[in-house]
Nanobody, 127 residues
Framework: QVQLVESGGGLVQPGDSLRLSCVVS????????IAWFRQAPGKEREGVSW????????YYADSVKGRFTVTRDNAEKMVSLQMSGLKPEDTAVYYC????????????????????WGQGTQVTVSS
């Protein structure tokens, strides 16, 4: 049984930092590329970041470049998203998603390319 479990969400103020984690089980993690998506109320789910299975490739949405950093720990089967300089527009439910294999820079943010999804964690940025 494949499980992706996100944690680390919460309520923060603009400019604050937050670290999300996604722990993966039931699938060969070393072969998985992992993405973070987010969905704000009334909006489409959008790709935030991607990290390749071999940790050699990362992609970011333009809206988070320079503020978010994605890393992975294959020993812990975990991917983290360090978010800094948070803005109210970052408010959303954040999901991690996994697939076996690589994705190109023009395909990583398409949700249909992912088989496995977590349940999401809420991030709220508000003063």
């Amino acid at each position: 049984q494949v499980q992706l479990v996100e944690s680390g969400g919460g309520l923060v103020q603009p400019g604050d930092s937050l670290r999300l984690s996604c722990v993966v089980s039931g699938v060969p993690f070393d072969y998985c590329g992992i993405a973070w998506f987010r969905q704000a109320p009334g909006k489409e789910r959008e790709g935030v970041s991607w990290i390749s299975s071999n940790d050699e490739g990362t992609y970011y949405a333009d809206s988070v470049k320079g503020r978010f950093t994605v890393t992975r720990d294959n020993a812990e089967k975990m991917v983290s998203l360090q978010m800094s300089g948070l803005k109210p527009e970052d408010t959303a439910v954040y999901y991690c998603a996994a697939r076996i294999g690589v994705l190109s820079s023009d395909r990583w943010s398409h949700r249909e390319n992912y088989v496995y999804w977590g349940q999401g964690t809420q991030v709220t940025v508000s003063s």
